[in-house]
């Protein structure tokens, strides 16, 4: 087990426009070729736009991009024409294929806190495609098959513990509260922002530490 604490996420974004952005992989100015990728796994962002604030149309290809909105509501709109609010609970995926341009913005009048997964496809090409999936419940897998890659979400009641399925790799993120990760040889909490990388994840568990409820994105890569 890798934990990366949120204190070491590379700053980013653009904080007088209203955008603040913290990246657990290697991004944009901040290179490290030590950290480029965990599975398919290449991006996780946590961005915090202001009222109003946004990021302006920009292009993607031969990426799958899915966002988990914390706080507040995502605007979204593309080139295929789609234009989408995504709110707490719901899923969004962006299969961007040959090439596919979007807006995101805050057009609400509270802050909006959202975090974005970038994963890598194993072919590249193909028509891009979108889809939202509301109110996802939690513990309910979201397969990626384009990225070999299954999200789940999980909330947990205090001192309430859930089992992750075993896979060649595990990605887990704390979205809120304080989760207890343990494994065979390790036991590690993480705050808010942090994560976890395991290998040979099998027999992990989570938990979430008393008095607060968590909620933890987890990313298994089963080949």
């Known amino acids: 087990m890798d934990v990366r604490r949120a204190a070491q996420r590379y700053p980013g974004g653009e904080p007088t426009a209203g955008i603040e952005s913290a990246h657990a992989f290697s991004f944009g100015g901040h290179y490290d070729p030590d950290n480029l990728r965990f599975g398919s796994l290449i991006a996780c962002n946590e961005e915090r736009l202001a009222p109003g604030a946004g990021f302006a149309e920009h ?27 995504v709110r707490p609970g719901d899923v969004q995926r962006l299969s961007a294929g040959e090439g596919v341009r979007h807006v995101e913005r805050n057009a609400g009048g509270v ?9 890598a496809p194993g072919e590249f090409g193909g028509a891009p495609s979108y889809e939202v999936v509301r109110a996802l419940p939690a513990g309910t897998p979201y397969a990626l098959p384009r990225a070999d890659a299954v999200l789940h979400v999980h909330r947990l009641s205090p001192g309430e513990r859930a089992c992750l399925a075993p896979a060649s790799r595990a990605y887990v993120h704390v979205v809120r509260g304080e989760v207890s990760v343990r494994t065979a040889d390790d036991d590690e909490v993480l705050s808010p922002g942090d994560a976890a990388r395991l290998v040979d994840a099998g027999g992990v568990s989570l938990a979430a530490v008393r008095p607060r409820p968590a909620e933890v994105l987890t990313w298994s890569f089963p080949g």
Request: aromatic letters at 8%; hydrophobic letters at 40%; charged letters at 15%.
């Open 59 to 85: 292009p993607h290809s031969h990426t799958e991009i899915v966002t988990w909105v914390v706080e507040g509501e995502l605007t979204h709109e593309d080139s295929t024409g789609r234009a989408t609010v």
């Open 111 to 119: 802050p909006l806190v959202f975090v974005q997964m970038w994963l």
